[in-house]
């Protein structure tokens, strides 16, 4: 994964959002349960979560289980729920961008 920014487990060790430092990149959960045990030495692969509009650039996120709080630069800031990490969703957001969009929706 190139430009890599933060990777953050949660406070158990099992799972790791994770982001990269680019446009368009969605937020990427990892199982890391396969590695930790030895049963893998490969990497797992990512579920992508969606976060309200991945488009406008999420930059920094915490992970307070089970939510994940976003804050983005044209979005202001996001927070989706982890519980099932296959499927997480949005809880809530604020909106704090009151400027021109860098991009068109």
């Known amino acids: 994964m190139g430009y890599g920014h933060t990777f ?3 406070a158990t060790g099992r799972y790791a959002v994770t982001e990269v430092e680019y446009r368009y990149a969605p937020l ?3 199982d890391l349960k ?3 045990t030895g049963r893998s ?7 992508a979560p969606g976060t309200a509009n991945w488009v406008n650039y999420s930059h920094n996120h ?3 289980w089970p939510y994940v709080f976003v804050a983005a630069f044209e979005d202001g800031i996001q927070v989706f729920n ?4 296959t499927n997480p969703y949005t ?3 604020y909106d ?10």
């Open 28 to 30: 990427r959960i990892f």
């Open 41 to 47: 030495r490969r990497s797992p692969a990512p579920s």
């Open 96 to 105: 704090t961008f009151d400027g021109q969009m860098a991009t068109k929706r």
């Open 8 to 10: 953050t487990p949660d």
């Open 82 to 85: 982890m519980i099932d990490p």
């Open 91 to 93: 809880v809530g957001y």
């Open 62 to 64: 915490e992970v307070r």
């Open 34 to 36: 396969p590695a930790s």
